[in-house]
């Protein structure tokens, strides 16, 4: 955790969003934006925008947003730009992704028009079901890396970003095998110059970011950043990194249920979930090398949360299928079922059905907005490298190797939460909750506590910071 807590640099000024694959995701996300600049639309599902914390004891009655807590960049200071292997401009790939309809987005039509992709690094041999028009041209991954940072310098010059802050939102790519390249940033640097086979197309979108200290995070299974070579550079350049794989759909619930699961000590005993998508990334998805990466992402949260080493009783041995069918008529409007098998008391099975219609790229948005602006505000903090503060949002939630990644929600929740407190200098809450019953501890009893501590709007949160036990 940084030291500089208390001196985190102010958000001055235009922060440019860099967002390598501009579909479904991208296009909903900015036309959101865009669209509540007019008062046109919610900002439904953000934390930043919409979730309070609460600080100090409950009697203190201190809960202010998030956004007038922490220093966060504004919604309205943020600039857009980015690559995809479709010279197609948001305007154009919002229709294509069929998320929201035609009306929705007209009133920003002249706006999204005017934001059109960069030429993009492709690689056919780790995203085989689509045929890029879109691409650069270069002799060797190294030459195509330096134009991807020459794209980011005169991005930043066009549009007088005062920082940038780089999200890969583009396909699901397939899995590079592992190879010592991806051990070191010299290994890695001198396989660029090879243009060495086991760099995919988002490693050196990721290198280009991260050389120039710009914070990066990855929406998709890619490794990306999840390589001791990435991480290596991350430190060096002082930059925050996250990733993999936005939680959204399935695996949000599977993290939300499987911890209830556990916190009542109910056995398990098989777990079947099925997709149908229809949208490209349903498309890229039917190559079985594509699905293998997201398969990965989505198999691990089981086994995390549920700890079948501490219960083997209970979760020694469940049986876990994931299953993702492209299915054309269903575009971004994602269908998940989830069949689970549970059993209690004297092992008498139970079931449990979850039929989620939920829609892909709207849960994804707020997602975006979410790290957009935490990955800026960990830059800001002089917070370097993994940034696992920010699980919460990942289906793979990156992490240092020798630990086990943190899959369960509400952990996640809290972990998020108290970073904020504690980059404020905020008591960290953990909700033991012994001392408000304790009289030898002085705190106001019931009656003197009755009345709501006034706030004064300007800083509604700051005070002196008070000793923490972390948990
Ligand atoms: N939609 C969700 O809720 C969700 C959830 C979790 C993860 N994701 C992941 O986020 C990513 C984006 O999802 P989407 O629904 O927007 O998909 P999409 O197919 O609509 O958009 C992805 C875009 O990336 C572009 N692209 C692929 N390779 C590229 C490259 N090398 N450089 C530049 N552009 C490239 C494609 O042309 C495409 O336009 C996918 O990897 C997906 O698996 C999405």
């Known amino acids: 955790m940084s030291k500089n807590s208390n001196r985190i640099a102010p958000a001055k000024g235009r922060l ?31 934390l930043t925008q919409m979730q309070t914390i609460r600080l100090g004891k409950r009697y203190e009655h201190r809960t202010p947003l998030i956004k007038d ?26 229709l294509k992704a069929k998320v929201l309809e035609r009306w929705t987005i007209e009133p920003v039509r002249k706006e999204l028009k005017s934001i059109r992709p960069m030429s993009a690094v492709w690689d056919p041999a780790y995203l085989r079901n689509l045929k890029a028009t879109h691409v650069k041209k270069g002799r060797t991954k190294w030459d195509l890396a330096q134009k991807l940072i020459a794209d980011i310098r005169g991005f930043q010059k066009r549009t007088r970003a005062a920082r940038l802050v780089m999200l890969w939102c583009g396909s699901t790519e397939i899995l590079p095998v592992p190879a010592p390249v991806h051990k070191s940033l010299a290994a890695f640097e001198k396989g660029l110059r090879e243009s060495h086979s086991a760099i995919p197309p988002s490693m050196i979108y990721a290198y280009a970011a991260l050389k120039l200290g710009i914070p990066y995070g990855n929406g998709a299974p890619n490794l990306s950043v999840d390589v001791p070579a990435m991480i290596e550079l991350a430190e060096n350049t002082g930059t925050p990194i996250m990733g993999k794989d936005f939680k959204t759909g399935q695996t949000l619930m599977k993290t939300t249920i499987a911890p209830m699961l556990k916190a009542r000590m109910l056995a398990l005993r098989g777990w079947y979930s099925t997709n149908i998508l229809g949208n490209r990334d349903g498309e890229v998805l039917d ?85 957009v602006l935490f990955l800026d505000l960990s ?31 509400f952990i996640q929740h809290l972990k998020l939460k108290n970073t904020l407190r504690l980059l404020m200098e905020e008591e960290v809450l953990d909700h033991s909750g012994l001392d408000y019953y304790d009289p030898k501890k002085g705190l106001p009893t019931p009656a003197s506590a009755a009345k709501p501590l006034p706030m004064s709007p300007k800083s509604p949160t700051r005070r002196k910071p008070r000793p923490t036990i972390p948990h």
């Open 16 to 46: 440019g969003v860099l967002l390598p694959g501009m579909g479904a995701v991208t296009s909903t996300f900015i036309a959101g934006l865009l669209l509540s600049r007019k008062g046109k639309g919610r900002l439904i599902g953000s």
């Open 69 to 94: 807590f922490v220093p966060l960049a504004q919604p309205s200071d943020l600039v857009f730009g980015g690559w995809d292997l479709f010279p197609d401009d948001m305007y154009e790939a919002a």
């Open 287 to 371: 190559d079985p090398g594509s699905f293998k990466t997201k398969e990965k992402s989505k198999m691990s949260v089981l086994d995390t949360i549920l700890e079948p080493r501490l219960y083997p009783q209970l979760y020694g041995q469940y049986h876990h299928k994931v299953r993702i069918d492209y299915y054309p008529p269903r575009g971004d409007a994602k269908e998940g079922w989830d069949n689970i098998d549970i059993t209690g008391w004297l092992d008498m099975p139970m079931q449990i059905k979850i039929n989620f219609l939920c829609r892909d790229s709207i849960l994804a948005a707020p997602i975006v907005l979410d790290l």
């Open 379 to 409: 830059k800001r903090a002089g917070l370097r490298g993994i940034q696992e503060w920010l699980s919460f949002y990942f289906k793979s939630p990156q992490c240092r190797a020798d630990l086990e990644p943190e899959h369960d929600i």
